[in-house]
């Protein structure tokens, strides 16, 4: 079941999951909390499906739930300190934690459902009419590289998080809160430049590369059907 719904969700359209990204991302911020739970619990499955076939796609959704209750967790104590009333800083925890856990589950599952070149094309397709061929394609590369380095660098914090633990079983926290940070940012740095090469064998720094080749089948109408129902049920529930 899990693979079923993946493949499914892999051969929507592009253009369809970004522009449903785009209309249901800021829209996470207004819609009433029942609504966001919803949208929440609805996108946890989501990309549970989808990370079952992705090497560490368990891992990385545990990291960013990780980052989600660190930041709550934060906001929690500033809050205390700031002499806020009980009661609201439960409530005003709770809507931060699962608008935030819908937001990263979002951005995630566009990630693992679509690859960064089929991004970049949908986006090089909206912006051609407005901007032109030469600028549209310099954006959509763009945005395919940040896209790319979402994945990439949760499964780089992860490894690099358990060898630490594995090397060094004796550091404390604030040793590894040092460490773990400079020991990504130099991994990633490598893997910046390794996509460049990357970029320049494949031809990928011209406008030719970035012609959009899309078909619209009856599944992306029942998408975008499914996705216009969802939208407008979220802001009136």
Do not use: Y
């Not at 911020?29 to 560490?56: R, S, T």
């Not at 959009?212 to 059907?225: I, L």
Request: with cysteine; aromatic share 12%.
């Amino acid at each position: 079941m899990k693979a079923d719904v993946a493949g499914v969700v892999r051969s929507l359209d592009p253009r369809l999951k970004l522009a449903a990204a785009l209309l249901v991302g800021p829209g996470l911020w207004k819609v009433p909390m029942p609504a966001a739970i919803g949208c929440a619990l609805f996108l946890l499955f989501l990309v549970w499906f989808l990370a079952a076939g992705h090497p560490g796609g368990g891992k990385m959704v545990r990291s960013l739930l990780f980052f989600v209750f660190f930041w709550v967790a934060v906001k929690v104590l500033l809050d205390a300190v700031s002499g806020v009333p009980v009661e609201h800083i439960a409530s005003d925890a709770a809507q931060l934690a699962v608008r935030l856990v819908a937001l990263l589950m979002l951005g995630l599952s566009l990630a693992l459902s679509t690859s960064a070149r089929a991004l970049g094309l949908a986006v090089a397709w909206a912006l051609r009419p407005f901007m032109g061929r030469e600028r549209a394609w310099r954006i959509a590369l763009a945005l395919s590289l940040m896209v790319h380095f979402l994945p990439v660098s949760l499964s780089t914090f992860t490894g690099v998080r358990e060898v630490a633990a594995r090397r060094f079983p004796e550091a404390g926290f604030f040793r590894r809160m040092r460490m773990i940070p400079q020991a990504v940012v130099r991994n990633l740095g490598q893997k910046t430049w390794n996509q460049t090469l990357a970029i320049a064998c494949r031809g990928l720094d011209r406008a030719g590369a970035w012609e959009p080749d899309f078909t619209w089948t009856g599944r992306d109408w029942f998408g975008f059907a499914f996705v216009l129902a969802a939208s407008g049920a979220m802001f009136f529930l």
